[in-house]
């Protein structure tokens, strides 16, 4: 098996075994982007995934054990962008609306930059099990962190104040796909201001 593993390992033209697994596990996801994120977008197959990769299945389980596995991998690869740009930009900003709204803006840039990644997310056309559970997650992260910003760090935020924050994510989700799908007809600006007023209670 180490003589295996070595082999399989070794540099290929100029590229380190380890940089090719990398490589081929990017395109997989960029794959499962491209067909989860189209705007007629649906469930994914082994084989669709790796006939749009341009991979054989066996480069496919090299990195994925099943297709529910790879697209748990890409939800949680755009709300991981999605989450960090949004932390950098609240924490640039000094008063609660100036953060939530640099918050929202980034938010808003990543899914408008990448309107797939917007579907991924938001979308209530794609529905599985595995983005339900993923969807519910980060619905829970966001309303804590919602929750929390409204009442302050020095301060424990009450059962009320989570129920509220659920409220306003809730809405913020359903606003966002409503845009994306063009059947809410704003400018990104008027939309950010739309979402800041939504998730701060104005």
């Known amino acids: 098996m180490a003589s295996q593993s070595m082999t399989a390992l070794r540099t290929y033209a100029g590229e380190q075994g380890d940089e090719r697994i990398a490589r081929r596990r990017q ?34 389980y090299e990195s994925f054990d099943s297709a529910d596995d790879l697209v748990a991998a890409t939800y949680d690869g755009v709300i991981d962008e999605i989450m960090d740009n949004a932390s950098e930009a609240f924490s640039r900003r000094t008063n609660i609306r100036s953060r939530v709204h640099g918050a929202v803006g980034a938010i808003v840039d990543v899914i408008d930059g990448d309107r797939r990644k917007g579907r991924l997310l938001f979308s209530p056309t794609l529905v599985s099990a595995t983005l339900a559970t993923r969807r519910l997650e980060a619905t829970r992260n966001l309303a804590a962190i919602t929750a929390q910003s409204a009442v302050g760090s020095h301060h ?31 400018t990104r600006d008027a939309l950010i201001d739309a979402c800041t007023a939504l998730l701060i209670g104005e």
């Open 27 to 60: 395109q997989l996801l960029d794959a499962a982007l491209e067909s989860l994120g189209a705007s007629d977008g649906g469930s994914i197959s082994v084989r669709g995934v790796c006939r749009e990769a341009r991979l054989t299945a066996r480069y496919f």
């Open 156 to 186: 424990t935020a009450s059962g009320d104040d989570v129920a509220a924050a659920y409220y306003r994510v809730g809405g913020l989700a359903n606003l966002l796909a409503a845009w994306l799908d063009d059947r809410v007809q704003m």
